[in-house]
């Protein structure tokens, strides 16, 4: 107990930093938010549209440490409210990981590409990732905040598949984004990155599936050569936590796979 309690603030990753996590009420994000909480994190600032999850979150972190804001980051005028209400609530904006993004509810093949649908994936995970990085960097830069912001990748971003076409095309966006960034904002000590994971169970991914958590890591096993351990999303969230603590200090520009050796169809 005693050596617990001697792991003071100076010892912590985040120690003093403002946070923000969109996606933060489930999954990765709701990882992601406790992880940054245990490492000190002044204050995590977490967004997503699902109010009664995010408010719980909030809670079981500790409201005087987490807050929860409704975002709908495909709307720039909630993205800046989200952005702008942190800064002049808590000062600054040190660490942005944007992480909300939806999945294909459909196959999506080429061949029968329904673009309207298309359109609505794209609309939340590539305008709206491209929304967050834009605002989040106006709030470093004009802070002078040698920040660091985090992109929710995937092996999407990296490789083809026989369905999820729309999804595939948005996450190799996420890449462009993150690598275009990372060269723009390098001049102003701000440095951008990626986390790319391999599937795993979420919420979100086990109602899309229609199956437990039990069953979608047991499928998902199958998209990885490493045995014995199994994809959860604190394994993320630490990944993370590297990417935007001083432990990535000179890392920018980097798509970090998550993916336990992704194999298709091993």
């Known amino acids: 107990?005693?050596?617990a309690m001697s792991r003071n603030s100076s010892n912590l990753r985040l120690s003093g930093k403002i946070a923000i996590i969109t996606g933060g009420a489930s999954g990765i994000g709701e990882a992601t938010a406790h992880v940054f909480a245990n490492e000190g994190a002044s204050h995590v600032v977490i967004a997503d549209i699902q109010d009664e999850l995010g408010?719980?979150?909030?809670?079981?972190?500790?409201?005087?440490?987490?807050?929860?804001?409704?975002?709908d980051v495909a709307d720039e005028?909630?993205?800046?409210?989200?952005?702008?209400?942190?800064?002049?609530?808590?000062?600054?904006v040190d660490i942005m990981?944007?992480?909300?993004?939806?999945?294909?509810?459909?196959d999506q093949t080429v061949l029968k590409l329904d673009m309207s649908q298309l359109d609505r994936l794209f609309t939340i995970n590539v305008r709206g990732m491209a929304l967050c990085v834009k605002h989040a960097a106006h709030a470093m830069v004009e802070g002078r905040i040698r920040g660091s912001i985090v992109c929710t990748g995937s092996v999407?971003?990296?490789?083809g598949f026989l369905r999820s076409t729309d999804y595939t095309m948005s996450k190799h966006a996420v890449l462009g984004l993150m690598r275009a960034a990372s060269v723009?904002?390098?001049?102003?000590?701000?440095?951008?990155?990626?986390?790319s994971p391999n599937g795993l169970a979420t919420?979100?991914?086990?109602?899309?599936?229609?199956?437990?958590?039990?069953?979608?890591?047991?499928?998902?096993?199958?998209?990885a050569r490493l045995e014995g351990v199994v994809l959860t999303p604190k394994h993320v969230a630490d990944v993370v936590l590297f990417l935007?603590?001083?432990d990535a200090e000179f890392v920018t520009g980097l798509d970090l796979s998550v993916d336990g050796g992704f194999a298709y169809g091993k």
């Not at 999407?156 to 490789?159: K, L, T």
């Open 203 to 223: 919420p979100l991914t086990c109602k899309l599936l229609g199956v437990s958590k039990e069953k979608a890591q047991e499928t998902y096993k199958g998209y």
């Open 244 to 246: 935007a603590s001083n």
């Open 184 to 195: 723009q904002l390098a001049a102003h000590g701000i440095r951008v990155n990626c986390v």
């Open 1 to 3: 107990m005693a050596e």
């Open 55 to 71: 408010n719980q979150v909030a809670t079981s972190i500790g409201n005087q440490r987490c807050t929860y804001i409704h975002c």
């Open 97 to 106: 990981f944007t992480n909300a993004g939806i999945f294909s509810p459909t």
């Open 156 to 159: 999407h971003s990296s490789h």
């Open 77 to 92: 005028d909630q993205v800046k409210n989200l952005i702008q209400s942190t800064v002049n609530t808590y000062g600054q």
